[in-house]
């Protein structure tokens, strides 16, 4: 069920990366558009992947990839954000919206790791 609304949320939130890097391009912004779309869009991937996994051990790996990302993407959005591409309105809400993916990612990866001992 929570890895559900996890996979639910992170599509979600890649929906909103690409309507941010629309934006950034409408801006002639390429650099970190660039950045931000790929490290946006790998979270819920890896999140897919992590359902196929060969056991414990490669969904925790998956799982940690995407956490990576989720931690990447915030960065680039506080860039975004202190370099004037965002305003603050829009960066608070894209950066709760990946926080909670992060603080998901990691209650998922620790349940996962406490249920493999």
Avoid: P
Avoid at 72 to 93: P, R
């Amino acid at each position: 069920m929570a890895n559900d609304k996890l996979t639910e949320q992170s599509l979600n939130f890649a929906v909103h990366i690409i309507n941010l890097v629309r934006q950034l391009k409408e801006q002639r912004e390429n650099i970190m558009s660039n950045q931000i779309g790929r490290s946006g869009t790998s979270i819920g991937a890896n999140i897919r992947e992590a359902k196929y996994a060969h056991g414990t051990a490669d969904f925790i790996s998956k799982m940690q990839i995407a956490l990576k990302e989720a931690s990447e993407t915030g960065y680039w959005l506080e860039l975004l954000y202190k370099t004037n591409y965002i305003g603050e309105e829009q960066y608070n809400f894209l950066e709760s919206k990946c926080k909670s993916l992060r603080a998901m990612l990691i209650s998922s990866i620790n349940t996962a790791k406490n249920n493999n001992k």
